[in-house]
């Protein structure tokens, strides 16, 4: 009977030993499984990060150069403007001269595209980027408003010192420029990263 019981006993010793062999192999295939589901996430998710990226860059870069472009465009359309605005202010005319009219509107048709195109620059940012584009949009308003002012009736009495902002205007404008290059440039040039 000690025979039988040492045989009991070691089936009994080798059941306990598969039982916990096997709850052990369970376990550590499934927090390998977990580890591999995690580290499988933070890659998916870091692709993700850095694919977002890719497009907001993309998305930035058109942004901004259709906002330089028309920029540039604006001013030049604001100094032809001007050089009309200041013919109007000598004109005999002025107050039954359809041209004032007709400058107003080129006046504000140029503003409001610069301020739709800045909208889109401020809404895909960075902060500093916005900051620079917010100045160059403010100053195509002020040469419009200085242009406007030189045109209308009443500037005879104040012309030289419409004059005078709209150079001061002018040569502040000029200097904006390679702020904002430098802004986006720093934007653009920087690669995406993973989250995280």
Known sequence: ???GWAAVAAGVSALVGAVA?????GRSARQGAEK????????????GAVEHGHWLRGQRQEAYLEFLS????????????????????????RSTDVGVTELRAEVDETTALVTRLYERVAMLGPDDVETNASLLQQHVAELGRWVWLLSQPSSRRQ?????DAWHVARRTTD???????????????????PAG
């Open 159 to 163: 012309g030289g010192r419409i004059t």
């Open 21 to 25: 062999s096997g709850w052990y192999t």
């Open 36 to 47: 591999a589901a995690a580290a499988v996430l933070k890659q998916v998710a870091d692709q």
């Open 70 to 93: 028309e920029w540039d465009a604006s001013i030049k359309r604001l100094d032809r403007m001007w050089d009309q605005a200041v013919l109007l202010s000598t004109s005999q005319r």
């Open 175 to 193: 200097g904006l420029r390679p702020d904002f290059l430098a802004a986006i440039r720093g934007v653009l040039q920087s690669p995406p990263r």
């Open 1 to 3: 009977m000690d025979e």
